[in-house]
């Protein structure tokens, strides 16, 4: 049975505004401790830590090009999949999601329909200062991202003031429902005790939606026994658990159909395991990229170094875009809404503290 070792990098919890942490991603390849091993030998034979860490290599430019050509031979001779997505951007979306869509569901309109609420989104992320005023645009998200979380009526209080306290009439198509309503029926949605902010789960789908395309036989998955990885292992369980047929579409090439071919998942020492290892440098690449990218690093290996070696179906991202046509293309057709509801009620609610 085909085995995906993963990693992740850039968790951190509920908090999407953590500004030394702003990209999150994961990674899955498919290979075995063997191979690991010997390609971990043979691009650094002199290594003498315990354990291949991507950090710790990188902080070395000396070591940049053994990094890209082990990457190169990863992407080229492994199937794998990398996500990486913008946490500040995944929480605007999360605003349009249970700040915004409610009011406009109640009114019979498909506030998914074509990936609307992608464009407003990155309208938003891209404009709000601006267009909302700065720091105000900040506040409102900070008090969003609180208000899920604490659930409480002084936190809901604290964030429809917030919406307020911006320039909401520049954007009352997005901002107006709370602004000038308080919407009832956003402010339940983001009180429902299934609702939060973690990106977990958004990392998972977009990783197991395309390894469920890459295979045609069950495949199962290793991961790091990390704090961090506690959540994804709790959500993966679920999802594997899942036996109902049923398939979801979110854009023009990704869907999810139960039940999965994913059928195992299993937490190892990434110390006893070199393919974890590899899942941890090719996350750790990546989310160095982005960052470089972003202008938020200016050391790491280069980004179009990096970029050129993936082939177009092993790196998905989640970011911004103000190419309103590709996006409605790309997403024509989406059953958003229809998923949504249907995770929400047959897979997820609240975990418990100890992420099960």
Not at 90 to 97: A, P, S
Not at 125 to 138: A, K, N, R, V
Request: hydrophobic share 40%; net charge negative; glycine share 6%.
């Amino acid at each position: 049975m085909q085995c995906y070792r993963i990693d992740e990098s850039g968790y951190t919890g509920f908090d999407l505004l953590n500004a030394d942490q702003p990209f999150q991603g994961a990674a899955a390849i498919a290979i075995n401790d063997g191979d690991a091993e010997r390609l971990i030998r043979e691009h650094f034979p002199m290594l003498q830590a315990s354990e291949l860490k991507y950090r710790s290599l990188s902080r070395r430019p000396a070591n940049h090009p053994r990094l890209l050509a082990l990457l190169r031979d990863l992407l080229t001779e492994y199937q794998s999949v990398t996500y990486i997505c913008d946490k500040r951007f995944l929480l605007v979306l999360m605003f349009c999601d249970y700040a915004v869509e409610p009011y406009y569901y109640e009114r019979g309109y498909d506030f998914y329909a074509d990936g609307q609420n992608y464009a407003m989104a990155s309208l938003l992320t891209m404009t709000g200062p601006t267009l909302l005023g700065d720091p105000e645009f900040g506040e409102m998200l900070a008090a969003f991202q609180h208000a899920v979380k604490e659930k409480s009526h002084g936190a809901l209080r604290a964030f429809v003031d917030a919406v307020r306290a911006t320039k909401w009439l520049q954007f009352p198509e997005a901002l107006g429902p709370i602004a000038q309503f308080a919407a009832p029926e956003c402010q339940a949605a983001i009180a429902h005790p299934g609702v939060d902010t973690d990106a977990a789960m958004v990392v998972l789908q977009s990783l197991i939606s395309r390894m469920e395309v890459m295979n045609d036989e069950p495949y199962r998955i290793e991961h790091d026994r990390s704090k961090n990885l506690a959540r994804y292992n709790a959500l993966l369980e679920r999802l594997i658990g899942h036996r109902d047929e049923i398939e979801l579409k979110h854009t023009k090439i990704a869907s999810l159909k139960f039940p999965l071919k994913l059928t195992e998942v299993h937490q190892v020492d990434s110390k006893d395991s070199p393919a974890v290892q590899l899942a941890d440098v090719m996350i750790g690449a990546a989310i160095e990229v982005a960052l470089v990218m972003a202008g938020k690093r200016k050391d790491g290996i280069d980004p179009d170094a990096l970029m050129s070696l993936y082939a177009e179906e092993q790196f998905i991202h989640l970011t911004p875009s103000l190419d309103f046509a590709e996006q409605r293309e790309f997403r024509a057709g989406t059953e958003a809404s229809r998923a949504i509801d249907y995770m929400a009620a047959n897979i997820f609610g609240p975990l418990q503290e100890d992420g099960r």
